[in-house]
Structure formats: structure tokens, C-alpha cells
């Protein structure tokens, strides 16, 4: 993140963070996105987990994790972390108080012409967020808690496509963004084929009888399925393996 009294116009590459977010665990072993770049020892790492990160050794960086996914879904009913990471953001920095952090959302969210209860909704959820984690300050600067210390490297071949490179969507499980999973129920399920129509993905197969089987290993968990099914046939889970 960048932070500055000043409107911060620069758009690119931060290359020597103090703190990084993370939203998806699955991008912290993800060799294309390589969120860890550029960290050095004593940077802060905040992870959306429930879990602590399995993590090897390379460089040694202060770890926190909240299940930022879980208040979300308590708060406003889906995995929209905006608010919720920004929050994270504002006190880890030291720098940004509680009630600046209100006002900003509440300002930025009326802007996009949210209603009054979605905006509260988020606030509630942002103000949860920015009391679960303790600030941590600037590097640099000498308060610094006695957070966790791991050491971290990256793992595996999981991930995002890789965009500049042809034909390789396949090879890549974007299955690993997934937070919600969609499960299809065959009492409920008529074998229409419309939730076929919709996948944006095209990771929804039918079987000689009509009825829908889901790749998991490229569902990302957009949830148009279970919008778009007329007979409401599709369940909605939680992601398990951070979670
Ligand atoms: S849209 Fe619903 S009812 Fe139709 S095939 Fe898909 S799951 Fe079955
Ligand atoms: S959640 Fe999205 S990507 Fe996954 S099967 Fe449904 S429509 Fe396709």
C-alpha cells in the first residue's frame, strides 16, 4: 500500500513494501503473482486465513492472519473484502484512525451510489476488521508488536493464468480463488442445462442425462450458476481448505 499526505498519483509497482495484503491465500504460492516480491526481513504480511500459512524458509517477515472471508459473509453476506481489507490496512499502517476510516468508506461507497444499510453493512464489517489486528506501524519506525516471525518462500504451480502466454488456461487451476463453492443438487435439479449457459467459465459439463457436473479444478466460485438456476438447485459452501 501507499500512504501519503499528498494524492498519491503514482500507479506502479511498489518493489520494497513495508506491508503486504494478501486477500487469496492461494496467491501466496502462486510463481506468476509472487505477492512476497520485494519483502524484506521485518516487512508485514497480512494474510486472509483463518489458518496459519505453511510456509518454508527464504526471508523472515512478521505474519498476521484473520479469517477476513468468514466477517464478511457474517456482515454482508458475500466475499466482497474491499472495506474489510482496506480496514486491515488503516491500522496496520499506524497511521489512520477509526473514525477517518469510517468517514473515507462511508464517503467512497455513497459515492458509488450504494444504499444507506449496504454502507453500514460494510462499515460494521470495516470497523471489526480494524479492531481484530494490532497496529504495527511504518518500518522504521520503533513500535513494532511481538507478532509471529516466519520465513517464507514460494510453493507449486497453482494459480492464475498466465496472460501472456497462449493457451494455458487449462494447465492452471483458477479453482484456487475459489471461496464459495457451488454443489449441485440432483433431487432439485430439472437437467435444464441453463447453469451449462451461464459458467463464464465453461467449467460446467452435463452428463448423458442432462444433469450438470462442475470442474473444480476451474470453478472459480462467481456463484452465476446458482443465480441463474431457475429451480434454485444449486448450494452454496464455504471453501474449505483456508477456511
Ligand atoms: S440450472 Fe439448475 S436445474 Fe438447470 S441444470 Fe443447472 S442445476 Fe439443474
Ligand atoms: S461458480 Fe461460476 S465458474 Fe463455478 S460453475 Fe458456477 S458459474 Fe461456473
Redo the contacts with the bound molecule.
Keep these: 500500500m501507499r500512504l501519503s499526505d499528498s494524492p498519491i498519483l503514482e500507479r506502479g509497482y511498489i518493489f520494497n513494501p513495508s506491508h503486504v495484503l494478501v486477500t487469496e491465500p492461494s496467491l501466496l504460492f502462486d510463481p506468476t503473482v509472487k505477492p512476497l516480491e520485494g519483502m524484506t526481513e521485518g516487512s508485514v504480511l497480512f494474510v486472509n486465513s483463518s489458518k496459519d500459512m505453511l510456509l518454508v524458509p527464504s526471508r523472515k517477515v512478521c505474519l498476521l492472519h484473520r479469517d477476513i472471508t468468514g466477517l464478511a459473509l457474517k456482515y454482508i453476506g458475500r466475499d466482497i473484502l474491499s472495506a474489510a481489507m482496506g480496514a486491515v490496512a488503516c491500522k496496520l499502517s499506524g497511521l489512520i484512525s477509526l473514525q477517518s476510516m469510517v468517514d473515507s468508506i462511508e464517503e467512497e461507497l455513497a459515492e458509488l451510489g450504494l444504499e444507506p444499510d449496504v454502507i453500514e453493512k460494510n462499515v460494521q464489517l470495516a470497523k471489526e476488521c480494524y479492531s481484530s489486528v494490532e497496529s504495527v506501524g511504518l518500518r522504521g519506525l520503533s513500535h513494532r508488536p511481538s507478532h509471529k516471525v516466519v520465513e517464507v518462500q514460494y510453493l507449486g504451480e497453482n494459480g492464475i493464468p498466465d496472460l501472456l502466454s497462449m493457451g494455458n488456461t487449462v494447465l492452471r487451476k483458477t479453482g484456487s480463488w475459489r471461496v464459495l463453492t457451488p454443489i ?1 443438487s440432483k433431487d ?9 449457459t451461464y459458467c463464464p467459465e465453461g467449467c ?1 459439463s452435463v452428463d448423458e442425462q ?3 457436473s462442475i470442474n473444480y479444478d476451474n470453478c472459480k466460485g462467481c456463484m452465476v ?1 446458482t443465480i ?4 434454485k ?2 448450494k452454496i459452501e464455504r471453501e474449505a481448505p483456508w477456511s
Design positions: 449441485v432439485l435439479c430439472t437437467a435444464c442445462g441453463i447453469c451449462y460446467i442432462g444433469y450438470p450458476c441463474e438456476c431457475p429451480r438447485a444449486i
